[in-house]
Nanobody, 123 residues
């Protein structure tokens, strides 16, 4: 099945911006609702954002709303997360994932996952 690879992570300072990308291996990408999750050591993986099949339906958790923007380009088989005004609490490994259904905040509904990319925000 389709494979996902995240990129774009790095080390930045408070207030900086990063754009994460998630590249899918084939065009079945368009059949998936796509989500972003993040995880820090010792904590459970946290859902943060999702986008529907055609890119028009989006959802954000309160902690990132107004700062992060999710988008997808089905022609390029790529998912994006634009991260602005980064804070130390955003430090985590960020994962993209795909679901066949619009159960966007249910981790168990996501069946394909990338390997993760590290984001570190210093104060």
């Amino acid at each position: 099945q389709v494979q996902l690879v995240e990129s774009g992570g790095g080390s930045v300072q408070t207030g900086d911006s990063l754009q994460l990308s998630c590249a899918a291996s084939d065009d079945t990408f368009s059949r998936y609702v796509m989500g972003w999750f993040r995880q820090t050591p010792g904590k459970q993986r946290e859902f943060i954002s999702a986008v529907g099949w055609d890119g028009r339906r989006v959802y954000y958790v309160d902690s990132v709303k107004g700062r992060f923007t999710i988008d997808r380009d089905n022609a390029k088989n790529t998912l994006y997360l634009q991260m602005n005004d980064l804070k130390p609490t955003d430090t985590a490994v960020y994962y993209c994932a795909g679901s066949r259904t619009w159960s966007f905040d249910k981790e168990y509904e996501y069946e394909i996952w990338g390997q993760g990319t590290q984001v570190t925000v210093s104060s």
